[in-house]
């Protein structure tokens, strides 16, 4: 079992920019995708960036690249999503998820969410 928090969401005037966290508890020893996604009410849900635990290794969407940057700290089992030069249209909730995750990496079903963070993006 896995438990995701998120924090960090807030306000913010275009161009700015935010540091969402996503705190990992329960199982901190198992290596798999954790993501942020996010979900307006006029959008659907849309995958934003992941990064395998283990390696590292990442993927973003095509709307958040050169923006936005994934990483994590394994020692905080904390993961992060760096979003610079913010646009109004990334406002949304944003939320983490983990685990085996079932179709594509930003497009399939993970078992594990947290609760999400609001990022609203206005002037």
């Known amino acids: 079992q896995v438990e995701l928090v998120e924090s960090g969401g807030g306000w913010v005037q275009p161009g700015g920019s935010l540091r969402l966290s996503c705190a990992r508890s329960g199982d901190t020893d198992s290596d798999f995708w954790m993501g942020w996604f996010r979900q307006s009410p006029a959008k659907e849900r849309e995958g934003v960036a992941a990064?395998?635990?283990?390696?590292?290794?990442?993927v973003y969407a095509d709307s958040v690249k050169g923006r936005f940057t994934i990483s994590q700290d394994n020692a905080k089992n904390t993961m992060y999503l760096q979003m610079n030069n913010l646009k109004p249209e990334d406002s949304a909730m944003y939320y983490c998820?983990?685990?085996?995750?079932?179709?594509?990496?930003?497009?399939?079903?993970?078992?594990?969410w947290g609760q999400g963070t609001q990022v609203t993006v206005s002037s």
């Open positions: 990064i395998y635990t283990e390696s590292g290794n990442t």
């Open positions: 998820a983990a685990g085996l995750v079932k179709g594509r990496i930003l497009s399939g079903t993970y078992p594990y």
